[in-house]
């Protein structure tokens, strides 16, 4: 399946009281002052064809495992510096990352370069990348997933009556058990949304800036959101792009995936009934029922290596671009046909298992399988299209349960600093889950709701009206006073 996407920041002498598990008389472990980054040559990063990824600069910092124990074990995080273009008009530092978990963020200032960050934005801000912890060149973790494993992704097969969860049960139990006999197992316990905010504190003072600002999307919404709560006092302008709620990927967050699809998919349902050619129906109900038809038959019959569960998952992840519709549609109408597609290729061991890492150890999953029967009873009546895969059980019901600290609350406490912008029709993070976060948030945050479909607004999105907001917050501090709603935009 897709990947998602990721950020965080951390901590204070002040932030420690409200630190779970750190008293308010302990030393600030993650304001210690770490030693300079120094910046040399990245290592070379596939993919990276962006004309700003030569001026990309690499370093490494220290940070500790447990953040109780600042002067125990030692891992290594990788952080990147696309520095700005003209220090006259640099106002500070802008970390970023771009979701997951489980994304290498090593190279993203370089594509958000790429992909359009306004030059006002990139002349005042060094834009800042990292691979989090567990992530990539960041001290990576492992579960030892086989290549069969890495095949089938994030998401568990569609799970059609309550045999089916119980029969997905061993193999979830199996991947949990591989990640915690794994040689990286002492990770387990510290691989967690909270540490990773209290890395990118740490990166904060290796860069000698009393504040950062930052961009996040999709997991790197929650990121975000955790650090700037950890760590009020140091956030400077903070931008949420693709907002989940402020519980993250926990099990509720995770089944809301479903409601993602169905909010999306008559985007999709629309734009083939438009174009006839396809065979997929004439009206936007023709295609949802064709969307059935084919799952149906492809859980009896695979085509190749797509079988009902795969069918879903791909759709899904082809709504999270409009430029990706007509390939669905192709697509579709291959499968239709009985024509083969070719197999998705696997899903890298490290992502797959850093996101195990991070959702597992964030929160507490139910640990039996009649609540997760319970669960994908009701996802399949509600959401019908995917709700039997997100409310299936995961490896996280059978998790170590070796966890430090509870997950950090998102709350109203802090400066009023933060701009949240969303798609209304977003598959992967739902406008449900980002009101629950607007909320969470109070007075602290302004909403920009863009009336489009599609994962990402910033600075990937079609509507001006949201690009343009998050340009004026992140060079003026411009932000709106109350919630802004932008219309849809004709294309161009």
């Known amino acids: 399946m ?29 304001a210690a002052t770490p030693d300079p980054l120094r910046w040399g040559p990245c290592p070379q990063q596939a993919g990276s064809r962006d004309a700003d990824a030569p001026r990309l600069e690499c370093a490494t910092l220290g940070v500790p495992l447990d953040y109780r124990d600042p002067g125990g074990r030692q891992i290594e995080i990788a952080v990147s510096r696309l520095a700005s273009k003209d220090p006259s008009k640099r106002r500070g530092v802008l970390l970023t990352n771009p979701g997951g978990p489980g994304g290498s963020g090593l190279d993203y200032p370089a594509l958000l370069a790429g992909a359009g960050l306004p030059k006002d934005v990139l002349d005042s801000y ?9 992530v990539g060149r960041s001290t990576p973790v492992t579960c030892d997933l086989t290549p069969r494993q890495q095949a089938r992704g994030n998401f568990p097969p569609y799970a059609h009556t309550a045999a089916d969860v119980a029969q997905e049960a061993p193999y979830a139990r199996a991947v949990a058990e591989q990640c915690a006999t794994s040689r990286t197992a002492w990770m387990l316990p510290h691989t967690t949304t909270a540490n990773t905010a209290r890395d990118m504190d740490r990166i904060r003072a290796a860069l000698g800036e009393p504040k950062i600002s930052y961009l996040g999307a999709s997991y790197g919404s929650y990121l975000g959101a955790v650090y700037t709560t950890l760590f009020p006092a140091r956030s400077d302008r903070i931008v949420l792009d693709s907002n989940m709620g402020p519980d993250g990927y926990s099990p509720t967050g995770f089944r809301l995936l479903g409601r993602g699809m169905e909010d999306r998919f008559p985007d999709f349902a629309a734009y083939a009934a438009a174009h006839p050619e396809y065979g997929l129906g004439t009206t936007p109900q023709e295609v949802r029922a064709t969307f059935f038809e084919l799952a149906e038959r492809l859980d009896a019959e695979p085509v190749g290596a797509i079988d009902g569960t795969l069918f879903r998952g791909v759709t899904f992840e082809r709504l999270y671009a409009d430029g990706l519709l007509p390939r669905l549609a192709e697509e579709w ?48 009546l509600t959401y019908p299209m995917l709700g039997g895969s997100t409310g299936n059980i995961k490896p996280c019901a059978y998790w170590p349960d070796s966890r430090v600290e509870p997950p950090v609350r998102i709350g109203d406490r802090g400066p009023s600093n933060v701009l949240m912008v969303q798609n209304e029709r977003d598959p992967g993070t739902p406008l449900a889950g980002a009101m629950k976060l607007r909320r969470a948030f109070g007075d602290r945050a302004t909403m920009v709701t863009a009336d489009q479909g599609g994962h990402g607004v910033y600075p990937f999105g079609r ?19 109350e919630d802004l709603a932008c219309a849809a935009e004709p294309d161009e």
Request: contains cysteine; hydrophobic residues 45%.
């Open 2 to 30: 897709r990947k998602f996407l990721a950020l965080a920041l951390a901590a204070t002498a002040v932030a420690a009281a409200a630190m779970p598990g750190v008293s308010a008389a302990t030393p600030d472990t993650a």
């Open 333 to 380: 109408r291959a499968l239709d046909k009985g024509e083969p597609l070719p197999a998705p290729p696997p899903v890298p061991e490290n992502l797959l298992a850093s996101h195990l890492y991070v959702i597992c150890g964030d929160s507490r999953w139910p640990g039996k399988i009649r609540d997760y029967q319970r669960g994908t009873a009701i996802d399949r």
């Open 126 to 134: 060094d834009v800042i990348g990292f691979d989090p912890r567990g």
């Open 463 to 481: 509507t001006l009206c949201a690009s343009s907001t998050v340009t004026a917050f992140l060079v003026d501090g411009e932000r709106p006073a």
